[in-house]
């Protein structure tokens, strides 16, 4: 499968998440706990690349 095109589907289905947040006035928690997901994940690849940096 192209990538663009999981790229595309992720961010169809965010726009589609932030429009039901926004809809029902929850945009604010919404975009508080996307921001910790996408901290989760900079934090666990940046681990992951030390790790294979160090092992290297």
Known sequence: ????????????????????AWIQGELDKFLKALALVLLLLASLSGFVAGWIWLNS
């Open 1 to 20: 499968m192209n990538w663009y095109l999981i790229g595309a589907f992720l961010t169809a289905g965010l726009v589609l998440m932030a429009r039901s």
